[in-house]
């Protein structure tokens, strides 16, 4: 007797039918589909799984970054959405290179802004399009961008001295 194939998941199938070409590759992890994006589709993709009836993803539940130096795109965005109404989830990932861009999904989820907000603050990734692309957790005056492998775990000289005891 031999086992039934795993059905794919409904976001992943309407994806893969509706936007297979922005599709670079596929995982999973405890039955949430992972799929890493082309970068400059990533908001046409989330404007599609939110607005298609049978994805319905309107809830962004994480949206972070993350840095692998040794990569030739070393920073990684992670999006992290369900649906409400279908309790359905999908991962979806993009990567940049250092001074590269990712498009806002802002026009999608109002809550990315403060989202792409940390990512940028902590990442230095920059959002194109984004409305007000500004540090939300640290001073403005802070320099570097400390969740980076290559930032020094206690700071560089200058990076925080009015933030430090003597």
Not at 69 to 79: H, L, M, Q, S, W
Request: hydrophobic content about 35%; charged content about 25%; aromatic content about 8%.
């Amino acid at each position: 007797m031999t086992a039934e194939p795993e059905p794919v998941p409904v976001p992943l199938a309407r994806l893969q039918e509706a936007h297979s070409g922005a599709i670079l590759e596929t995982g999973s992890f405890a039955g949430v589909p992972i799929v890493r994006v082309a970068t400059a589709e990533i908001a046409r993709v989330c404007g599609f799984l939110k607005n298609d009836a049978a994805t319905q993803m309107d809830y962004l539940s994480d949206l972070c970054g993350a840095h692998y130096p040794d990569r030739d795109e070393p920073f990684e965005i992670v999006y992290q959405m369900m649906s409400m109404t279908h309790r359905h989830r999908i991962r979806l990932k993009v990567r940049t290179s250092e001074g590269g861009a990712v498009p806002t999904v802002t026009g999608v989820w109002r809550t990315a802004n403060w989202h792409e907000r940390e990512a940028f603050d902590m990442y230095g990734v920059r959002f194109k399009g984004h409305p007000d692309l500004t540090r939300i957790l640290l001073p403005d005056d802070w320099n570097g961008h400390p969740l980076r492998k290559d930032y020094p775990l206690e700071g560089r000289p200058g990076d925080h001295k009015l933030y430090r005891r003597p």
